[in-house]
């Protein structure tokens, strides 16, 4: 019960890992109750036990101070701050439209809306937003859209394509690399990409095209580990998470694997991972021809086209190769023309047309030509 109740999301975010390993030997301890939901009402439940709870595991387990990532995502999962340590954010207040002019404001009294249509500790404020879209290249008609993801990965906009690059490389990159991309873009179109290619080292499309599962999941595992040792947290779970659920998902369906990858790069593209898994994405691509791809589709056809133009070429090999025996047999007495049965279409007796005595221009023994003679039925 302790594991199900500090594995759940709160807020929209998760406890990190190592802050769940330390923290659940200890509540288990201070746990007690005879069944699930009195073990649940022996655990904190105000964000300010949840916190006091969580620094007496790490200090008991580690006896270091948190990482300031590591408090600030409990903070945020207990509901007492959503911007890791300090005091709590000012109040949320609405996004002027875009458009608009007004931009980004805050101020006391000012209400308590999110950007994004909900309120509570689940989301930045404005002011917090404004900080995180800083130096991230998007266009007005997709600001809203890049606050929902911001709120969803908890990273600036900055660090979410970065994120977004190194999914498609399998690498992390330098801040600088990612700065003058746009939010939204194709990332294999870049130049990182590009001389990624050109150098030979397989990016996420090569695998998703070469349909190997295990360098799908060494790709991800990969690229998981980098982050963490970057000490670059956040990132590292939203890249483990991702795989996790999606290779769980499609256990056993390879084929509805790729084709699921395929369209979920394509449709969050430049976007980091704002959604682990997309239930819509998988229902409405395994109602396609059995889960098969345009692409698969297409190389179908042509497979098919290529076994028919090779099926002509061998009927029109076996329709000459039976002329040629035809013409053998013509000419080669006690084969298979000479067997029992046969006819001759002149006369109609037991022996070729070419050795027949009634058919015209025919020399008997003597050198004389024998006429042919036209015989009618009545005659």
């Given at each position: 019960?302790?594991?199900?109740?500090?594995?759940?999301?709160?807020?929209?975010?998760?406890?990190?890992?190592?802050?769940?390993?330390?923290?659940?030997?200890?509540?288990?301890?201070?746990?007690?109750?005879?069944?699930?939901?009195?073990?649940?009402?022996?655990?904190?439940?105000?964000?300010?036990?949840?916190?006091?709870?969580?620094?007496?595991?790490?200090?008991?387990?580690?006896?270091?101070?948190?990482?300031?990532?590591?408090?600030?995502?409990?903070?945020?999962?207990?509901?007492?701050?959503?911007?890791?340590?300090?005091?709590?954010?000012?109040?949320?207040?609405?996004?002027?439209?875009?458009?608009s002019g007004a931009g980004f404001s805050g101020g006391a009294g000012a209400g308590v809306t999110t950007s994004t249509g909900t309120?509570?500790?689940?989301?930045?404020?404005?002011?917090?937003?404004?900080?995180?879209?800083?130096?991230?290249?998007?266009?007005?008609?997709?600001?809203?859209?890049?606050?929902?993801?911001?709120?969803?990965?908890?990273?600036?906009?900055?660090?979410?394509?970065?994120?977004?690059?190194?999914?498609?490389s399998g690498f992390v990159h330098p801040a600088g690399e990612s700065a003058e991309l746009r939010y939204g873009s194709d990332m294999?179109?870049?130049?990182?990409?590009?001389?990624?290619?050109?150098?030979?080292?397989?990016?996420?499309?090569?695998?998703?095209?070469?349909?190997?599962?295990?360098?799908?999941?060494?790709?991800?595992?990969?690229?998981?580990?980098?982050?963490?040792?970057?000490?670059?947290?956040?990132?590292?779970?939203?890249?483990?998470?991702?795989?996790?659920?999606?290779?769980?998902?499609?256990?056993?369906?390879?084929?509805?694997?790729?084709?699921?990858?395929?369209?979920?790069?394509?449709?969050?593209?430049?976007?980091?991972?704002?959604?682990?898994?997309?239930?819509d994405l998988i229902l409405r691509h395994r109602k396609e021809a059995g889960g098969a791809s345009s692409s698969d589709l297409k190389?179908?056809?042509?497979?098919?086209?290529?076994?028919?133009?090779?099926?002509?070429?061998?009927?029109?090999?076996?329709?000459?190769?039976?002329?040629?025996?035809?013409?053998?047999?013509?000419?080669?007495?006690?084969?298979?023309?000479?067997?029992?049965?046969?006819?001759?279409?002149?006369?109609?007796?037991?022996?070729?047309?070419?050795?027949?005595?009634?058919?015209?221009?025919?020399?008997?023994?003597?050198?004389?030509?024998?006429?042919?003679?036209?015989?009618?039925?009545?005659?």
């Open positions: 019960m302790v594991k199900a109740v500090v594995g759940e999301k709160r807020y929209e975010t998760y406890l990190h890992p190592i802050l769940i390993g330390h923290a659940v030997p200890y509540l288990v301890e201070l746990a007690y109750g005879e069944n699930a939901e009195e073990v649940k009402a022996s655990l904190p439940s105000t964000g300010s036990e949840w916190m006091e709870s969580f620094n007496e595991a790490w200090k008991s387990g580690t006896e270091k101070v948190m990482p300031g990532l590591i408090l600030g995502r409990a903070k945020t999962w207990s509901g007492i701050s959503v911007i890791g340590a300090g005091t709590p954010p000012p109040p949320l207040i609405n996004v002027a439209a875009p458009g309120s509570g500790a689940g989301a930045y404020n404005d002011i917090t937003l404004a900080h995180m879209l800083k130096d991230l290249v998007v266009s007005d008609h997709d600001t809203q859209k890049a606050i929902s993801d911001i709120n969803a990965q908890r990273i600036t906009g900055l660090r979410m394509m970065g994120l977004g690059l190194a999914l498609v294999r179109l870049c130049s990182v990409i590009r001389q990624q290619r050109k150098a030979g080292v397989a990016t996420l499309d090569d695998i998703i095209k070469n349909k190997s599962r295990r360098e799908l999941a060494l790709h991800y595992s990969r690229l998981a580990k980098e982050y963490n040792d970057r000490h670059m947290i956040e990132e590292a779970t939203l890249v483990s998470q991702f795989w996790a659920e999606t290779g769980a998902a499609f256990e056993g369906d390879d084929t509805g694997l790729f084709v699921y990858l395929s369209e979920w790069m394509r449709t969050y593209a430049g976007r980091g991972i704002p959604k682990l898994l997309d239930t190389k179908l056809e042509e497979a098919i086209k290529g076994l028919q133009s090779k099926l002509n070429t061998a009927d029109s090999k076996s329709a000459e190769l039976a002329k040629r025996v035809t013409r053998a047999e013509s000419k080669t007495h006690g084969g298979p023309s000479d067997l029992k049965g046969k006819s001759c279409f002149i006369c109609g007796g037991d022996h070729l047309a070419k050795d027949c005595t009634q058919k015209k221009g025919h020399k008997g023994k003597g050198g004389k030509e024998t006429e042919v003679i036209d015989v009618t039925d009545d005659e």
